[in-house]
């Protein structure tokens, strides 16, 4: 839902937020010869003149706030020469291609016959080839036109002198859920010449311009099962501790949400199973973000294929970006004798392994040789193209923050290809329901505490934010909440721990509360 932000008749407008809405006011950005505030990034093409910004073209930078933004509304006016091209980035970072990590709204000349021929998200007033605008309202070149863009969250409006062109959120146009949510806010230079006037900006500062102020929702082993507590492990109260953390997701500008492994349980019988998972995907169906999916051994109670219809999942890994970061997510349980036909390749390397090593436990499992490759091959990518890695599996990679029989069955080598890539910041994990932590070879190993083991009343879920610099773990109730330092890859260390640790590494905090 779109909160109505009233711009108030000072000049002031009331944007929601945690607890009171709070006023801001509408700042000219423009005086009679200068832009305080605002910068040339990367040259000095732009200059103010009687209270008009103007671009002369050529080689000279985008013109953009000094400080970042997470919500604003920003109203400018604008002029093109024929055949004109520039733009609004939205959340800029200061690195990267701005209109692929961030959002641009395009400015253009629709009538040049150079552009007859574009897409039409890629015409004027459009979130450029994210969502196209509803009619043509531009004024020709030479005219002024009027824009007025709202941001708030995952949802852009777009009104082009008096009329809403665009209506857009991450849930009809999910490729703005991977961009940057937060960053400059800036005019595009795009080698024409080019007027602004009446610029106003009112907002919520945030981000760093960097990637940063990205966050997703978290949470593992939910194991939910319409069956009597055992031990610790409290399985009908999963239902009701999930609705409050999809609560608490829905609350918060996510980009995504994930799921480590473990949505339910297993049931007597197949149909209660059957049951049990369709009652967890009710309440996931509620987040209003993207939620993915993490293969777990319990989950396997449903077979393979069915759990994968019903997770909409091609295959149990798989990765995806927003910004500058990317995140691969591990199907720990593709080589395993859970889930799998008896006949089928992945079924009969497992019985083969565990023939191999009788020690080995039948919940854990491995990645398999085809995923092998491919996990190295996306890492290489992300390496290439100086992105950094965030990796999600069920099953713990390394000894420390887990129990030895708890962990993956060929861990040491994926650890190892993790560590090699020289791009991973990170890797999450459930299936050891008591958490902990470890950091080895620049990479930060965390397995989340399980919310089936949360107490009466309780939960263990999070938020992780990120920047360039740093992980923030944000723990509701039994989750550990970390700040992880996102070390350069030739920083090398080892402090493998249940405790909590420092010294610039990591720094721990158990959550109060629910």
């Not at 003149?49 to 985008?62: A, Q, S, T």
């Not at 949470?219 to 031990?231: C, F, L, N, R, S």
């Not at 999963?238 to 999809?246: A, L, N, P, Q, T």
């Not at 887990?402 to 290809?417: F, G, M």
């Amino acid at each position: 839902m779109f909160h109505a932000w009233a711009v108030l008749t000072t000049g002031a407008m009331l944007m929601p937020g945690p607890g009171p809405a709070a006023a801001l006011e509408f700042q000219d950005v423009l005086t009679d010869d200068a832009a305080p505030g605002w910068e040339t990034k990367a040259g000095d093409a732009w200059q103010v003149e009687d209270g008009v910004l103007i671009c002369p073209g050529g080689k000279g930078g985008w013109f953009g706030t000094k400080r970042t933004y997470t919500d604003f509304i920003i109203e400018l006016e604008f002029k093109l020469e024929p055949g004109g091209n520039s733009g609004v980035f939205l959340r800029a970072p200061a690195e990267g291609h701005l209109s692929a990590v961030a959002m641009e709204v395009q400015i253009l000349d629709d009538y040049a016959d150079k552009h007859k021929n574009l897409k039409p998200g890629q015409y004027c007033g459009s979130i450029y080839k994210i969502a196209p605008p509803a009619r043509r309202v531009t004024k020709p070149a030479g005219q002024w036109n009027y824009m007025r863009i709202t941001a708030e969250s995952h949802h852009v409006v777009v009104v082009l002198n008096g009329e809403t062109i665009v209506d857009a959120d991450g849930q009809s146009h999910p490729e703005i859920l991977k961009r940057s949510p937060g960053g400059f806010v800036g005019l595009q230079n795009y080698g024409n010449r080019l007027w602004f006037r009446r610029i106003k900006l009112a907002g919520r500062e945030g981000g760093k311009g960097d990637g940063a102020v990205l966050a997703f929702g978290i949470v593992a082993d939910i194991q939910y099962a319409d069956k009597d507590t055992q031990g610790e492990r409290r399985y009908r109260e999963g239902i009701d501790k999930f609705e409050k953390c999809v609560a608490d997701w829905n609350r918060q500008p996510l980009a995504f949400a994930i799921q480590l492994g473990d949505i339910i349980d297993g049931n007597k019988t197949d149909q209660l199973t059957h049951k049990d998972l369709d009652k967890v995907l009710a309440v996931c169906r509620k987040v209003k973000t993207k939620l993915h999916h993490v293969i777990g051994n319990h989950c396997l109670a449903v077979p393979r294929n069915e759990l994968m219809q019903k997770l909409g999942l091609q295959k149990g890994y798989y990765e995806f970006t927003h910004g500058n970061w990317r995140f691969i997510v591990l199907d720990t349980m593709d080589v395993s004798v859970m889930g799998w036909p008896e006949n089928s390749r992945n079924y009969q390397a497992a019985r083969a392994y565990l023939r191999d090593h009788p020690d080995a436990r039948t919940y854990n499992g491995a990645v398999g040789d085809r995923q092998k490759r491919w996990l190295k091959s996306r890492l290489a990518h992300a390496a290439k193209v100086n992105q950094r890695v965030i990796v999600f599996g069920h099953h713990p990679l390394v000894q420390g923050p887990s129990r030895p029989d708890l962990l993956a069955w060929n861990h040491q080598e994926i650890a190892r290809i993790l560590e090699d890539a020289g791009c991973v910041v990170a890797y999450f994990n459930g299936h050891d329901h008591k958490g902990g932590y470890a950091f080895r070879n620049g990479v930060h190993y965390v397995t989340l505490e399980g919310l089936v083991e949360a107490p009466t009343n309780g939960n263990a879920h999070g938020t992780v934010h990120i920047d360039r610099n740093r992980l923030v773990i944000q723990g509701t109730g039994n989750l550990t909440s970390r700040t992880l330092e996102c070390r350069p890859a030739k920083a090398r260390a080892d402090t493998t721990s249940k405790a909590p640790q420092a010294r610039g590494t990591c720094t721990t905090t158990r959550a109060s509360g629910p």
